[in-house]
């Protein structure tokens, strides 16, 4: 027997499906396969067994100086027997740092994987002064709704720091990026069970209504605190989402690989790319206190590439029948 959970999680998706076919979703007659994005590792060769019959040779070491050579210069050992130029100016490389290489990945066989970035055109840009002990941290954001030059829908990234770096999505860790004129990007990543996504229409929840303070035996910010309070479209996120509901203004959507979605990478998150807020409401969400929370609906703007989808996994969604009109 159903519990009251799944009861009301099963409700909620289906008026939730209703509400998205409604809309007219601009779903194409073939959608294409999702292509793997692992790289082809490189097989690595055995050594062959050494001979035990065979004597293994014998490391031949340069015997140490004992003392300075006569023109009071040191020199390596290992480069003796070379004639090497001390005098002139050596040219050495300096490994890149990790900051400027993670994230990113180069094209292959044709996919939209981004190569690495290090200059950032469009997102936040942090300058940092140092005083002493005192660190002051000032950022801004260059604010951009819509496409971002040079991103193609279909782009993918190994990390979500790699979709802020190509100004697709700015937060690392945050759901909504926006401001009081609406919001930028969302991305997706399966925060409540009961959203439903059909790919080129979904329903997303809002933002706040949990303590992600932690408790003394489990201080740490997980992220995935139980609903504690009512959601409110005065919280900033929820307020950019609406005012993008009014104003129509599109807002760029990434799908992240633990999203339980066909439509979801597996692996990594991709730019899927610009949808308008459709619909706005508030409901009671998925908790026993019968706390509220703000939901939106999402569709895809008409005219982009069709979506990728993957092979059904145990954890996935089944794609919804949105054959039939409302």
Not at 3 to 18: H, I, P
Not at 35 to 44: C, G, I
Not at 63 to 78: H, K, N, Q, V
Request: hydrophobic share 30%; glycine share 8%.
């Amino acid at each position: 027997m159903a519990s009251e959970y799944e009861k009301q999680r099963a409700s909620n998706m289906q008026k939730n499906a209703d509400l998205l076919k409604s809309l007219g979703l601009d779903k194409p007659l073939f959608e294409p396969k999702e292509k793997s994005k692992k790289s082809k590792l490189a097989v690595k060769k055995r050594k062959a067994a050494p001979d035990p019959d065979e004597t293994p040779p014998v490391a031949i070491k340069t015997p140490r100086l004992s003392s300075p050579p006569a023109d009071g210069i040191r020199r390596s050992s290992r480069n003796a027997g070379k004639k090497v130029d001390y005098t002139s100016e050596q040219q050495r490389s300096y490994p890149v740092p990790l900051a400027y290489t993670s994230g990113t990945k180069t094209m292959e066989d044709g996919d939209l994987l981004r190569p690495e970035k290090s200059v950032r055109n469009y997102d936040p840009r942090v300058i940092k002064f140092a005083t002493g002990w005192l660190y002051l941290t000032l950022s801004w954001y260059r604010k951009t709704f819509g496409s971002i030059p040079g991103i193609m829908a279909g782009s993918w990234w190994e990390t979500r720091e790699g979709c802020s770096k190509d100004s697709i999505h700015a937060p690392w860790v945050a759901g909504i990026s926006g401001g009081p004129e609406g919001a930028y990007s969302v991305a997706l990543s399966g925060g409540y069970d009961d959203d439903v996504d059909l790919g080129y229409a979904f329903t997303y929840t809002g933002s706040g209504g949990r303590d992600l303070k932690g408790t003394k035996d489990a201080p740490k910010n997980l992220r995935t605190a139980p609903q504690s309070s009512d959601q409110s479209f005065e919280n900033n996120f929820n307020k950019a989402l609406k005012r993008s509901s009014e104003t129509g203004n599109p807002v760029r959507v990434i799908r992240g690989y633990k999203l339980k979605s066909q439509y979801a990478p597996s692996e990594g998150y991709r730019y899927d790319g610009l949808y308008t807020v459709e619909n706005v409401w508030m409901e009671k969400g998925l908790n026993p206190e019968g706390y509220l929370v703000c939901k939106f609906a999402f569709k895809r703007i008409p005219g982009q590439p069709p979506l990728p989808i993957k092979a059904l996994g145990e954890d996935d969604e089944p794609l919804a029948d949105t054959s039939a009109d409302s």
